[in-house]
């Protein structure tokens, strides 16, 4: 089993910055991909970043240059690093991982962290 906990979530106004954690538990495989996902009210879970084995890195395009996402594969730990926050940036982020077993991939998801930008 895998279980996900997020931190560094908060208030914080526009401009401004906030970095995200998500300690992964259990049994960890480095080809496990990660990424942290936010849903705003009345709106879907989106992919914010994402990071696969051998760092490969993708990310929304409404947060590139301003977003990071890395992973310490030795702590099982990945991290968004949120710069220049915008209030449209305002969501519940949630840390996911994707593991893929042949031709199926099982997603696990963390609980979530209220991410709040204001103007």
């Known amino acids: 089993q895998v279980q996900l906990v997020e931190s560094g979530g908060g208030l914080v106004q526009a401009g401004g910055s906030l970095r995200l954690s998500c300690a992964a538990s259990?049994?960890?495989?480095?080809?496990?991909?990660m990424g942290w996902y936010r849903q705003a009210p009345g709106q879907q879970r989106d992919l914010v970043a994402a990071i696969a084995s051998g760092g490969i890195t993708n990310y929304a395009d409404s947060v590139k240059g301003r977003f990071t996402i890395s992973r310490d594969n030795a702590k099982n730990t990945v991290y968004l690093q949120m710069n220049n926050l915008k209030p449209e940036d305002t969501a519940v982020y949630y840390c996911?991982?994707?593991?893929?077993?042949?031709?199926?991939?099982?997603?696990?998801w963390g609980q979530g962290t209220q991410v709040t930008v204001s103007s």
């Open positions: 259990g049994t960890i495989f480095r080809i496990d991909k």
């Open positions: 996911n991982l994707d593991r893929t077993i042949i031709a199926s991939v099982r997603a696990y």
